[in-house]
T-cell receptor, first 111, second 115 residues
Framework: GQQLNQSPQSMFIQEGEDVSMNCTSS?????WLWYKQDPGEGPVLLIA?????ELTSNGRLTAQFGITRKDSFLNISASIPSDVGIYFC???????????FGQGTRLTINP | AAGVIQSPRHLIKEKRETATLKCYPI?????VYWYQQGPGQDPQFLIS???????DKGSIPDRFSAQQFSDYHSELNMSSLELGDSALYFC??????????????FGPGTRLTVL
């Protein structure tokens, strides 16, 4: 089925470092969303992107909707311990309701 | 702000039993989605409802059914449970799918364990 390729799968960083992760697809998506999930909890929305080329920030988080509509990235600046978790990208296509998720990026921070 | 409510949070069932999961969307949201997440996996879309009508369908087993009621809450009914049905089940809701701004907000999930 359709799949979003998310990378990296895991990251081990020092507190205070910047983080970058991305998602790519072979097909076009109309909406890109980034979520953070803690173990056993529901995904929490971080940033929503609706227009190609759109660059949106939410505090230390910045995400962009790729101009080709086939990719998106998420940056986290000056990481802190509470940033630990799994980050998922998700996309939806025009006229479709379902979200397709990437495989997730597991972020671990060494204090 | 009010969030999506799911109940129960945890459910343990035996094989071949039935289970009913409930979802209460964010007030005024018109679309409800159900997802299944296996251990170490990403969420997989099952089914969605817009204004109480089924609007999209994913890889939902025939043993599962769902509906959205007049108060917009939704229930996922699962029959003849199998060990492989053990997973986290999430409900999400959104407002504005018809307008193309369907940001989905997820509930805390129901952890189903089938023994």
């Amino acid at each position: 089925g359709q799949q979003l390729n998310q990378s990296p799968q895991s990251m081990f960083i020092q507190e205070g470092e910047d983080v970058s992760m991305n998602c790519t697809s072979s097909s076009i998506f109309n909406t890109w969303l980034w979520y953070k999930q803690d173990p056993g909890e529901g995904p929490v929305l971080l940033i929503a992107l609706y227009k190609a080329g759109e660059l949106t920030s939410n505090g230390r988080l910045t995400a962009q909707f790729g101009i080709t509509r086939k990719d998106s990235f998420l940056n986290i600046s000056a990481s802190i311990p509470s940033d630990v978790g799994i980050y998922f990208c998700a996309g939806s296509k025009k006229g479709a309701q379902k979200l397709v998720f990437g495989q997730g990026t597991r972020l671990t921070i060494n204090p | 702000a009010a969030g999506v409510i799911q109940s129960p949070r945890h459910l343990i069932k035996e094989k071949r039993e039935t289970a009913t999961l409930k979802c209460y969307p964010i007030p005024r949201h018109d679309t409800v989605y159900w997802y299944q997440q296996g251990p170490g996996q990403d969420p997989q879309f099952l089914i969605s409802f817009y204004e109480k009508m089924q609007s999209d369908k994913g890889s939902i087993p025939d043993r599962f059914s769902a509906q959205q009621f007049s108060d917009y809450h939704s229930e996922l009914n699962m029959s003849s449970l199998e060990l492989g049905d053990s997973a986290l089940y999430f409900c999400a809701s959104s407002l504005g799918w018809a307008r193309g701004t369907d940001t989905q907000y997820f509930g805390p999930g129901t952890r189903l364990t089938v023994l």
